[in-house]
Nanobody, 125 residues
Framework: VPVVESGGGLVQPGTSLTLTCAAS????????VGWFRQAPGKEREGVSC????????YYRDSVKGRFTISRDSAKNEVYLQMNSLKPEDTAVYYC???????????????????WGQGTQVTVSS
């Protein structure tokens, strides 16, 4: 598995979680890295993306102001800090390294990517 997600869990609405995407056997620096999620019965959707060139960050509208994506090149990891979580954020969260800048800018699922196994995030009282 080229990337591994961690950090999910069961939390109450309004609380925070930080997800980690770690690469195995390759460096993340040359790639755009996106976070995606898939709720039961729904298609996988883009949540956030960080580019490789200038570290630009992009978010879907529903998470703007609540989620923050960041890189740590020294640790070869990408993070998704999620604040003010809502029940509608419940999903399996995936990260993916890819070379599709347009998919990154528009926060959509790229045509080709190295996917992890996902980590479950459940927001419930």
């Amino acid at each position: 598995v080229p990337v591994v997600e961690s950090g999910g869990g069961l939390v109450q609405p309004g609380t925070s979680l930080t997800l980690t995407c770690a690469a195995s056997g390759f460096t993340l620096d040359p790639y755009a890295v996106g976070w995606f999620r898939q709720a039961p019965g729904k298609e996988r959707e883009g949540v956030s993306c960080i580019t490789t060139s200038d570290g630009g960050t992009y978010y879907r509208d529903s998470v703007k102001g609540r989620f923050t994506i960041s890189r740590d090149s020294a640790k070869n990891e990408v993070y998704l800090q999620m604040n003010s979580l809502k029940p509608e954020d419940t999903a399996v969260y995936y990260c993916a390294a890819h070379e599709d800048p347009l998919a990154c800018f528009s926060v959509r699922v790229p045509k080709a990517a190295s996917w992890g196994q996902g980590t479950q995030v459940t927001v419930s009282s």
